[in-house]
């Protein structure tokens, strides 16, 4: 069972609980006290200049997504949970899908009335080299995990243990960069590993190494049932979700769409071919060149890629520059952090494609469809679970798949405006933050927090 610190609430806290009883054995929900019934508070320091002006996105808002009964349900799970304080760790605020995950899922959580913080651990830059490698053998990548390797993974994670000051209700930990915080810290409280990458295949020596850390958890979430491990600790599967009123997913006028592509200098003359990913190998940019070389011998068309290089990935700038070598007129190569650019070009775009070789989910291809695009995909890891080949997308294989995908939607109006209609659908139903929230709350509300007088139990 698994124990969590309730020395700071009180017992009559507690026994407001009107909806889940406390079982016989004196175990109960992890946190829970009734208010009201409507109205969850939104935090608003007030007292800041033009804080009237903003408001988070509530759950509320998405009721003509998802109806008025699932508003309904998931407001009166967030009520139960209001009193608890959760906490996000990562590596980076910006660059990639967690980033982007823990930007909307925090603020809708705490518009919800569930204090709900995120945190991001320091690095030095060998650091986040050793623990780059270390997410590439996850996917099953090389490496040489060397003693010295461990010791500066180990020691920065030490050192970030000291200044986190960790006091909360539930901690969630994301990837292996923050992974060895558990072994600082007397656990007083629920902490879930969240692991975002592939795990269908991970290095052996990699994983024989974290194996230990990952099992001082109480709970593993991963994205698919694909990537379980032989784990004692519970392991449960959410799948990622976007905000549809971010600025990456937020309608956008022909206006709006028209300023970021000139600003960027992007020439809409000919069909557009987009990718939108970081610069990682595992996102096989240079094969997605290759399949717009073979596809622009066919029909006319311009190629856009556009990524960053997060914080925490010293590999990507390598990555970024072995391909800038081969931008033209109908190639263009950006690094840029620019959301609604990335809007704009995944509306406007005739293909978006993400030819991933390797992938934990794949949120730019939740984001593409969400607009009605025309994606292909790799046939790998989450985006596998999001694309029905031929209904709402295509899935590929190589880099003449990915060529021939493109010249087909591209000679096909009708073809790509119908899997569009269909992959924004299906976004609609399965990948809203909603839905996202909801299974967090659910997870969260699972724990059972026990009360029991030391040696009470013996006679």
Not at 41 to 60: I, Q
Not at 126 to 141: E, P, R, W, Y
Not at 182 to 202: E, G, Q, T, Y
Not at 350 to 375: C, N, P
Request: aromatic fraction near 6%; hydrophobic fraction near 40%; charge should be neutral.
């Amino acid at each position: 069972m698994i124990q969590v610190n309730a020395t700071n609430r009180r017992r009559d806290d507690y026994m407001q609980e009107t909806s889940r009883p406390i079982n016989g054995d004196g175990a109960m929900p992890l946190s829970f006290k009734t208010g009201s019934k409507r109205s969850l508070p939104v935090p608003a320091p007030e007292g800041l200049p033009d804080a009237r002006r903003f408001k988070l996105t509530s759950v509320e808002d998405y009721a003509s997504l998802i109806g008025g009964e699932a508003v309904e349900r998931l407001l009166e799970k967030a009520e139960r949970l209001r009193d608890i304080h959760v906490v996000n760790i990562n590596s980076t605020y910006y660059g990639g899908g967690v980033a982007e995950l823990l930007s909307s899922l925090t603020l809708l959580m705490n518009a919800s009335g569930i204090r709900t913080g995120w945190r991001v651990i320091q690095g030095r830059p060998d650091f986040f080299s050793i623990t780059k490698k270390m997410h590439n053998a996850l996917q099953g990548g090389d490496i040489e995990l060397t003693d010295l390797k461990v010791q500066i993974y180990e020691e920065v994670a030490y050192e970030n243990a000291a200044r986190l000051h960790i006091d909360h209700d539930v901690v969630v930990v994301h990837d292996p960069q923050p992974l060895p915080l558990i072994r600082h810290f007397r656990k007083k409280a629920p902490w879930v590993w969240r692991c975002h990458v592939d795990l269908s295949n991970p290095h052996p020596q990699v994983w024989d190494y974290i194996a230990p850390m990952v099992e001082r958890y109480d709970a593993v979430v991963l994205s698919l049932p694909e990537y379980a491990q032989k784990l004692d600790t519970p392991q449960r599967f959410i799948m990622p979700a976007i905000n549809p009123f971010s600025t990456t997913n937020k309608e956008l006028s022909e206006a709006e769409i028209n300023d970021r592509f000139e600003h960027h200098k992007i020439p809409t003359d000919l069909p557009l071919v987009v990718q939108i990913s970081r610069f990682d190998k595992w996102k096989d940019p240079q094969g997605v060149i290759d399949a717009f070389q073979i596809a622009r011998r066919q029909i006319d068309c311009t190629l856009v890629l556009v990524g960053n290089v997060a914080t925490d990935d010293p590999e990507g700038q390598e990555v970024f520059a072995s391909i800038c070598s081969q931008a033209e007129d109908r190639i263009r190569i950006l690094s840029v952090q620019d959301s609604a650019l990335v809007n704009a070009l995944q509306r406007r775009a005739a293909v978006v494609v993400q030819k991933s070789i390797r992938e934990g989910f794949g949120l730019t291809v939740t984001e593409a469809m969400w607009k009605g695009a025309a994606v292909v995909g790799g046939n790998v890891g989450g985006i596998k679970h999001q694309i029905e080949h031929g209904v709402n997308g295509y899935l590929v294989n190589s880099v003449d798949e990915t060529a021939a995908c493109i010249v087909a939607l591209l000679k096909d109006r009708k073809m790509r405006d119908r899997m569009g209609h269909h992959a924004r659908e299906s976004v609609r139903k399965r990948f809203l933050m909603t839905r996202l929230m909801e299974e967090w709350l659910d997870l969260i509300g699972s724990f059972e927090a026990r009360f029991q007088l030391r040696g009470a139990g013996q006679h």
